[in-house]
Structure formats: structure tokens, C-alpha cells
């Protein structure tokens, strides 16, 4: 594990992870849970760096059942999805708390927002240059390069038509 830069704290039985532990990979996100033959196996909880996590019953070390919750305490829900769906792209501390003043809008979802450079976007795990089409953490190490469908959602707000197939005939 430490060669992959993951560690994991907890039961073991003959080398491998069995019982309650946690187990943390290099991304810094968190499984504290119960484990099996190595793997997750059971209740466990998946903790994300920005403060989200995933709630799940596993098996053979894969999510059989499970929620997701938002850091801000929005929890995703599968069917009747309603919140910042077509255009409305408001916070869900807006919906929770009501709008801010005119002139006091929200940029993002924490007030005061966080410091990032001039001409970047904040986007929930990091920020985004669209020069460079990085999305970098926070504390300023590299995340990922954003693709076509990213850089899109996040300067323009939505995703990019997909070209029409030229062997669909209407």
C-alpha cells in the first residue's frame, strides 16, 4: 500500500484488511468502514477531501447500495431529481438560506468565497484556468486537465452539443 502512497489503519486477518478500518488512498478520500478478504465489505463510508461522502453497503469491494451527499448537505437523489437542473445553476445554500441582497450575490456557495486567481473558476474541488484547461486543488497541487465537456459546463454552463451521426437519417 505505501508504494501506491495509499495506508490503512485497522483489523487485519492473514495480511489483508479484515474487520473495521480505514483505509486512505493518495487522493487524501477515506473509506472507514468494514472490510473483507481484503476489500470493502459491508457498512462503509466513502469521505471525500472536500467534505462530501458516499454512504454504502459493499461487497467484493463494490458499492451494492449507497447515497451521496454534497459538502454543503445536499444529499443526490436518483429520481425526482429538482435541484440545479435545466438552467438553474443556483447554490444549494440559496435554496436553504434565500438569495443574498442585490450587489451581495453569491460566486459561490461559501460566504466569503474562497481566494482564487483572477480569470479562474471555482468548481467545488478546485479551481480552473481555462487557459490552461487545469482544474488545480486548493492548496495548489495538480488535480487533472479538464476535457471538452468540463471546460464547457464550467466557463459556459452547459455541455457541448454532441455532432449530429451523418448516417442518422431523419
Known amino acids: ?5 495509499s495506508s490503512y489503519k485497522g483489523d487485519t486477518k ?13 487522493t487524501e478520500t477515506t473509506y472507514v468502514g468494514e472490510t473483507k478478504d481484503g476489500m ?6 466513502l469521505h471525500f477531501p472536500n ?12 458499492a451494492k447500495q449507497g447515497s451521496f451527499v454534497f459538502a454543503d ?4 437523489q436518483e429520481k425526482d431529481w429538482d435541484y440545479c437542473d435545466g438552467c438553474d ?7 436553504c438560506n434565500g438569495l443574498r441582497p ?12 474562497r481566494v482564487i486567481p483572477d480569470g479562474c473558476y471555482d468548481c467545488g ?13 486548493y492548496t495548489g497541487s495538480f488535480l487533472r486537465n479538464a476535457d471538452d465537456t468540463e471546460h464547457e459546463w464550467i466557463v459556459v454552463g452547459t455541455e457541448p452539443e454532441k455532432p449530429e451521426d451523418p448516417n442518422n437519417i431523419h
Open 89 to 95: 445553476r443556483c447554490f444549494y445554500s440559496e435554496l
Open 1 to 5: 500500500m505505501e508504494l501506491i502512497g
Open 51 to 62: 467534505g462530501s461522502k458516499y454512504e454504502a453497503i459493499w461487497e467484493n469491494g463494490i
Open 102 to 113: 442585490a450587489g451581495e450575490s453569491h460566486i459561490t456557495d461559501l460566504h466569503p468565497p
Open 73 to 76: 448537505g445536499l444529499q443526490y
Open 125 to 137: 474541488d478546485g479551481f480552473y484556468d481555462p487557459s490552461t484547461r487545469v482544474v488545480t486543488a
Open 14 to 26: 492473514n495480511g489483508r484488511m479484515e474487520g473495521k478500518g480505514e483505509y486512505t488512498f493518495p
Open 40 to 45: 470493502f465489505y459491508g457498512k462503509g463510508v
